[in-house]
């Protein structure tokens, strides 16, 4: 089977940050790129989750 969720999502945003040394995202915290996209639901309860995007930021910006 797939990975679960609680491992697909770290999998996806912060361990590839921190592989490729981009110390400035990968995490939500003050100073750092703000890449982020808000989703409708919860991931971790239901992956479909992450296709329901409500709004997305790049650089801190709303893009969506």
Do not use: N, Y
């Amino acid at each position: 089977a797939g990975l679960s969720a609680i491992v697909a999502l770290p999998a996806a945003t912060s361990l590839p940050a921190k592989h490729f040394g981009l110390i400035d995202r990968g995490v939500i915290a003050a100073g750092l790129r703000a890449d982020l996209f808000l989703i409708e639901g919860d991931p971790t309860e239901d992956m479909e989750a992450s296709r329901r995007i409500k709004k997305v930021w790049s650089g801190g910006v709303e893009v969506q």
